[in-house]
């Protein structure tokens, strides 16, 4: 039960530093926050200890919508508007972005190249799992279940199980026979 208390002190106290912050919410410490004006947090999200939530320009968002819970460890980083719809878990060690350097012209370090900036979103009730990756541009339908240490980049339609990297559709929820289906590798039933 004091851990609890301790949870609603520390959303007092991060409260007015943050675009929005509704209680009850719990970011654990140590964790890393660059431009929290620009981080809206909605009711009952949990970001577990030694996260990293960036808005790396004055043009960036991240919303986090209610009842989300984030697991140990995430790294989150946009550059324009980056968002987690409510009901989503996200499992530990997982990165999400909308940006990445560009890497070919071979007589400049790739850090001095510029960002490649792309829409990144998460629907309601997804679930991603340990260690994956959503690189700029994923874009995840609703309820989509992530395995672990997958990869995505692309689009992927509400109902879908995404495994491997990079990421590629194994199931569909059918909504015809109320069931789960096997897919080809473009999400179509077989």
């Not at 530093?17 to 981080?39: E, H, M």
């Amino acid at each position: 039960m004091i851990f609890k208390i301790l949870w609603a002190i520390r959303a007092l106290i991060y409260k007015p530093f943050f675009g929005k912050f509704r209680f009850p919410s719990y970011i654990g410490k140590p964790t890393f926050i660059k431009n929290s004006a620009q981080i809206y947090i909605d009711k009952n999200v949990r970001i577990y200890p030694h996260s990293r939530i960036e808005c790396i320009s004055s043009m960036a968002k991240v919303i986090i919508n209610e009842n989300v819970t984030i697991g140990h460890s995430l790294h989150l980083t946009a550059h324009s508007i980056l968002e987690v719809s409510k009901n989503c878990i996200i499992s530990s060690n997982v990165l999400i972005t909308d940006n990445r350097h560009d890497y070919r012209d071979v007589d400049k370090n790739i850090l001095d190249q510029k960002l490649i900036i792309k829409k990144t979103f998460l629907g309601e009730n997804c679930f991603i799992g340990k260690g994956a990756v959503i690189d700029a541009g994923t874009q995840l339908g609703r309820h989509c279940v992530v395995g672990a240490n997958s990869v995505l980049s692309g689009v992927y339609p509400d109902y879908s199980v995404i495994v491997g990297a990079p990421g590629k559709i194994i199931k569909r929820y059918d909504k015809a026979i109320k069931k789960w289906r096997v897919t080809n590798e473009l999400g179509n039933f077989e």
